[in-house]
């Protein structure tokens, strides 16, 4: 009885912090589907000179695709829902990889002046609220790479829809 007691406890805990992230963020931790993971690598370069940076890195799978694919470069995923950001910090203890790591963290307070690319999948509201940020710190050359949501006013380099049932758009963009 105490033990159901504590499981519901911990399951109604896990519900209320996942529904409250969602509410002060405006994004749930939806991760992006294999086949639109997909679809984003293959609009991305050979090689990224630089730190990758996640923007709302959810549960941590995109990050660590990113992180096999492009092993020479640090890749930092920034998530603020506490469960999704624990499970990725715990999977990353127990099998690396190395070039990887997760902050528990705003990336609206966070500096992005030196990320090579941003990685995001980030609904309408807090896409728009990123932005201006966006504009103001990242260096020209930066690469953008946004699944499903455009950057109002930015025109992509590249554009595809992926094969999944909701033919997902994704966007690239490279800041001039
Ligand atoms: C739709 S999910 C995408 C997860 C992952 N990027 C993927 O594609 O699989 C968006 C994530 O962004 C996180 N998020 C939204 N705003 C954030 C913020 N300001 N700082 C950190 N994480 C944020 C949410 O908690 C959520 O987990």
Redesign the pocket.
Known sequence: MTVDIAIWAMVLAIIVSIFA?TMF?G??????SASVRDTMLAMLPQRIDGPIY??????G??ARVLAGRYPDSPVRG????LL?WAVSAVRLKLGGPDNLCFRY????KADLSGAALVV???PGP?MEKLRPKLEAELRPGTLVLS?TFALRGWQAIDTRTAPDMYRSQVYLYRVE
């Open positions: 992230s963020t994004a749930s931790p939806v991760p992006t996640e923007l709302g890195s959810g549960w799978g995109l920034f998530e603020i829902s999704p963290q705003d990336f609206n995001c999948y980030l807090p699944n």
